[in-house]
C-alpha cells in the first residue's frame, strides 16, 4: 500500500484544480502548472482535497501512484509558496552580481561568465557571494540551480566553487610535502 499516494493533497484558498484528457492543471496566485499523468491513476477533486486513485495493485501502478501525489503536492505548493534553492560562491576574489536580467559570475576564471533569467525562474543576488533561484516548478528551479552550481563545482582540497547553502562539502588533506623518496 503507498502511504504516500493515498495520503490526500489538501487545497489552499485561491487555488484551483482541474483534470481533462489525462493532464492535470493547478493554478494560483503564483501562476499555473500542467502535468500529464497516466490514465492508470485516476484524479478527483473532493470538497478542499485532491484525492489520488489507482486501477490496480501492480507494482508499476503503486509507483505512479505515489509519484503523481508527489508532483501534485509540489504543484500546489509551487503556485501558492513558489521554491527557491539559495546557492554560495566560496573563493577568493570571486563575486556575482546582478545586471537587469542576468547574474554575472567572476570565479576564477580569465572572463565574467553571464547566466540569464529564463521562463518561469528569477535570479536574485542578496549579497556578493550568493545567488537565489526562485520560482514555481520545482523540477524547473532544480535543474537551474544545478546548472548554476556546475559552472564550478565544489572541491574538497580547497573549499572553492559554487555549493548550495545547506551543503557540507567534506575537506581532503592534501598532499604531504618533504615525504622520504
Not at 122 to 144: A, F, R
Amino acid at each position: 500500500m503507498s502511504r504516500i499516494g493515498n495520503a490526500p493533497v489538501a487545497i489552499p484558498a485561491g487555488v484551483t484544480i482541474e483534470t481533462n484528457n489525462n493532464i492535470l492543471t493547478v493554478k494560483g496566485p503564483k501562476g499555473t502548472l500542467t502535468q500529464n499523468y497516466d490514465p492508470i491513476i485516476t484524479i478527483k477533486v473532493e470538497g478542499t482535497n485532491v484525492v489520488l486513485t489507482r486501477a490496480n495493485d501492480l507494482g508499476p501502478t503503486k509507483a505512479k501512484h505515489g509519484l503523481y501525489r508527489a508532483l501534485c503536492f509540489n504543484m500546489v505548493k509551487g503556485v501558492t509558496e513558489g521554491f527557491k534553492k539559495t546557492l554560495v560562491v566560496n573563493g577568493v576574489g570571486w563575486k556575482v552580481a546582478k545586471q537587469g536580467k542576468k547574474v554575472v559570475l567572476n570565479v576564477g576564471f580569465s572572463h565574467p561568465v553571464e547566466i540569464e533569467e529564463i521562463d518561469g525562474i528569477t535570479l536574485d543576488c542578496p549579497s556578493i557571494t550568493e545567488i537565489v533561484v526562485n520560482g514555481i516548478d520545482k523540477d524547473k528551479v532544480g535543474q537551474y540551480a544545478a546548472m548554476v552550481r556546475g559552472i564550478r563545482e565544489p572541491e574538497p582540497y580547497h573549499g572553492y566553487g559554487i555549493r548550495y547553502s545547506d551543503e557540507v562539502i567534506e575537506r581532503k588533506v592534501g598532499k604531504a610535502a618533504g615525504g622520504k623518496g
